[in-house]
């Protein structure tokens, strides 16, 4: 992510790595946040009933410090675990990769992607043990951020990437034979293709500000000690959204074409 260079103005993915790199001093700004929960699973073994039972066993993240290994551990303290010493954290991969390792044996469990959630049950093998969208936990997921040179300079261009994922989420949500095709394309079973579809149509906002609570969210599993320190005011630029929302785009778009 070297934006000092100039090589990056916009970063539209997971958020957890951003905000830390921004706490670590890099000029990066959030501008909208379209999921502002958490969504996936984290799946055991079929033996492991209750959280407790995770004691002594082994969890699958994607590599430490990745945003598998922060909602684990996350995920850990809540049910008043402590990770790395109640828990023993694996790193292996990918959700096709944590997947593969549950069912060799080489763990007990892992976070797991809800698209996956279905054939990982249906294989007879594991179970949900913690639907993470139930938790009730404010996180930024996936949004939008930006670098505070391009704001400064191309406000313009921050506004319309905000109002294309408005009016891509606005489609996907009106269109479900549509998303359900692409769905399936990548992989989704059929049978449970109208289920991914509805999850993701959820957890997307409809109007993605930068959301204080969920950035705060994200703050409170970091690591780094300077997160502690760090207010989530100081990490947006609310400017482009506010832009949108003045314009009066998001009021034609729902009014002409109905829904919220």
Not at 7 to 27: E, H, K, N, Y
Not at 36 to 64: C, F, G
Request: glycine letters at 8%; aromatic letters at 6%; charged letters at 25%.
């Amino acid at each position: 992510m070297n934006e000092a260079a100039g090589s990056i103005d916009f970063i539209t993915s997971d958020l957890p790595g951003p905000i830390q790199a921004a706490v670590s001093g890099v000029d990066f700004k959030v501008i909208s946040i379209w999921v502002n929960r958490l969504q996936d699973a984290i799946m055991t073994r079929k033996e492991i009933r209750r959280p407790q039972d995770l004691k002594d066993k082994k969890l699958a993240v994607s590599r430490y410090g990745s945003v598998s290994d922060v909602v684990t551990q996350m995920v850990l303290r809540h049910w008043k675990l402590e990770p790395h010493r109640d828990v023993a954290l694996v790193q292996v991969g990918n959700t096709p990769t944590r997947i593969a390792a549950i069912l060799s044996g080489q763990v007990d469990g892992g976070l797991i992607s809800f698209t996956d959630i279905d054939r990982l049950q249906n294989s007879g093998c594991c179970v949900v043990l913690g639907d993470l969208s139930k938790l009730g936990i404010a996180y930024a997921r996936f949004g939008a951020v930006a670098t505070r040179g391009l704001l400064e300079v191309r406000p313009d261009m921050a506004q319309r990437l905000i109002q294309a994922f408005v009016e891509g989420t606005f489609h996907y949500k009106r269109h479900p034979d549509e998303a359900m095709a692409v769905l399936q394309s990548r992989g989704v079973d059929p049978k449970v293709a109208r289920k991914v579809y509805q999850q993701v149509a959820d957890s997307f906002r409809a109007r993605p500000d930068p959301d204080l609570a969920s950035i705060q969210g994200v703050l409170d599993t970091l690591p780094d000690e300077r997160a502690k320190k760090v207010r989530p005011e100081g990490l947006i630029d609310p400017t482009p959204w506010n832009r949108l929302v003045q314009s009066g785009y998001l009021d034609r778009l729902y009014k002409e074409k109905g829904g919220s």
